[in-house]
Nanobody, 123 residues
């Protein structure tokens, strides 16, 4: 079992930056899992944001965040990060991290989920 807890969300002005963290705990270390970030804006479906392989060798980004967001992981600290730069009001959403057997754009491929952290970008 893996428990995931996100932190780092908050209110920021457009053009600003935030770094989200996803800390894992439990009997299994996240080094065995691919990790992903998804977001859900009010009234909208979940949207894939980014994913990283267990070895950090491969990363994926949604077109909407490519060039602005950077995913990384520190397996020694059991933590995954999402550095978000040049934030836009349309980035406003609840951001959730997830752990799965392989990197995927689809929520159904991730077995473990955090509760999410709110990111609000003001114009």
């Amino acid at each position: 079992q893996v428990q995931l807890v996100e932190s780092g969300g908050g209110l920021v002005q457009a053009g600003g930056s935030l770094r989200l963290s996803c800390a894992a705990s439990g009997h299994t270390f996240i080094s065995r899992y691919a990790m992903g970030w998804f977001r859900q804006a009010p009234g909208k479906e979940y949207e894939f944001v980014s994913a990283i392989s267990w070895s950090s060798g491969t990363t994926y980004y949604a077109d909407s965040v490519k060039g602005r967001f950077t995913i990384s992981r520190d397996n020694a600290k059991n933590t995954v990060y999402l550095q978000m730069d040049s934030l836009k009001p349309e980035d406003t959403a609840v951001y959730s991290c997830a752990a799965g057997g392989s990197t995927s754009y689809f929520r159904r491929h991730y077995a473990y989920w955090g509760q999410g952290t709110q990111v609000t970008v003001s114009s």
